[in-house]
């Protein structure tokens, strides 16, 4: 099953890249709850969406702020019931034009097929330390 999640997971990233919302959502249990650090860092508030009906919300939201957002995940760690992905997010602003980069580790949960809560970090040593791990 690990094998399985793992490419779940790399869809997630790859349909979330081409915001192809409904296609993510077909890979999300109806009761996902996604952790965003990078919408938290901008608007100084948890940023916690549930559900589908978040999750075209959480896009939303992103789509409002900036003309461009992609993350490569060059790094995928199989984790079992967990996946770890660790990369980089580059975004641009949509008022500023302003681009920024920055590290980004995305951890998904997984239960029957399906991804039951994402946390993403900007920082990979908190994030490393969220899921128990050294390195």
Avoid: C
Avoid at 50 to 76: K, M, N, Q, S, W
Avoid at 95 to 111: H, M, R
């Amino acid at each position: 099953m690990s094998e399985e999640n793992v490419e779940i997971v790399r869809r997630g990233f790859e349909t979330g890249n081409r915001r192809e919302v409904e296609a993510m959502i077909e890979l999300l249990d109806p009761e996902i709850e996604w952790h965003s650090a990078l919408l938290m860092s901008l608007e100084g508030e948890a940023a916690v969406y549930r559900g589908h009906e978040g999750i075209r919300t959480f896009f939303g939201d992103l789509d409002e702020l900036f003309d461009r957002v992609h993350a490569e995940y060059p790094e995928i760690r199989d984790l079992g019931d967990r996946v770890f992905g660790i990369g980089r997010i580059r975004m641009r602003g949509k008022g500023s034009g302003a681009e920024t980069e920055s590290p980004i580790v995305t951890v998904v949960d997984l239960k029957n097929g399906k991804a039951t809560q994402v946390r993403t970090y900007l920082d990979p040593k908190q994030a490393l330390e969220a899921a128990g791990l050294t390195e």
